[in-house]
C-alpha cells in the first residue's frame, strides 16, 4: 500500500533528523520543543533508533514504535509546551493510521486456480516428456 510505505519512509527519515540534531546539539532541540535539557540525548537516541527501524525494516513495529514515542511526547509536553504536544499528537493519530492501515493490508494468497498458471511444461509431469517413453 503505497499510504503505508511513504508514511513509513517520511516518518523514518524525520525522525533520523531529530535523533541525530538530539544527539548533536541536545539542548538546542529540547529548548526549540520546552523540553527539559537533561533527556536530549535520551530522546535523539530513541528517534535515532525508531528512524533507522523504520526505514530499514518492513514490519509493524516500528510504527508502533514511533506511536509510542508520540503519543508519550505528547502526555509529556502537554502542560510544558502545549504547541509541541499537540504536534506530537497530530503525528501519533498519523503513526496510528499507518500502523492500522500496515495491519490490516491485505496478505497474499494462494490463488484458487493456480493449476491454470504453471507452465504446460509443469502440467504434464515435468520438461514436457510426458506420454514419450
Do not use: Y
Not at 509510542?68 to 498519523?94: E, G, I, N, Q, T
Not at 503513526?95 to 493490508?105: E, K, M, P, S, T
Not at 497474499?108 to 514419450?132: F, K, V
Amino acid at each position: 500500500m503505497e499510504f503505508v510505505k511513504t508514511s513509513r519512509q517520511l516518518l523514518g527519515w524525520g525522525s533520523l533528523a531529530f535523533g541525530v540534531w538530539g544527539l548533536a546539539e541536545p539542548k538546542s532541540l529540547t529548548g526549540l520543543m520546552g523540553d527539559d535539557p537533561e533527556i536530549g540525548r535520551w530522546l535523539g537516541a530513541r528517534d535515532t533508533v525508531v528512524g533507522l527501524a523504520l526505514v530499514a525494516t518492513g514490519g509493524p513495529l516500528p510504527v508502533a514504535l514511533r506511536l509510542a514515542s508520540d503519543v508519550h511526547d505528547s502526555v509529556r509536553l502537554c502542560r510544558r509546551s502545549p504547541l509541541v504536544a499537540l504536534c506530537a499528537a497530530a503525528f501519533a493519530a498519523w503513526d496510528a493510521a499507518a500502523l492500522v492501515a500496515q495491519v490490516n493490508r491485505p496478505r497474499a494468497r494462494w490463488p484458487a486456480d493456480a493449476g491454470e498458471h504453471i507452465s504446460p511444461a509443469g502440467r504434464r509431469g515435468g520438461l514436457g516428456m510426458a506420454g514419450r517413453m
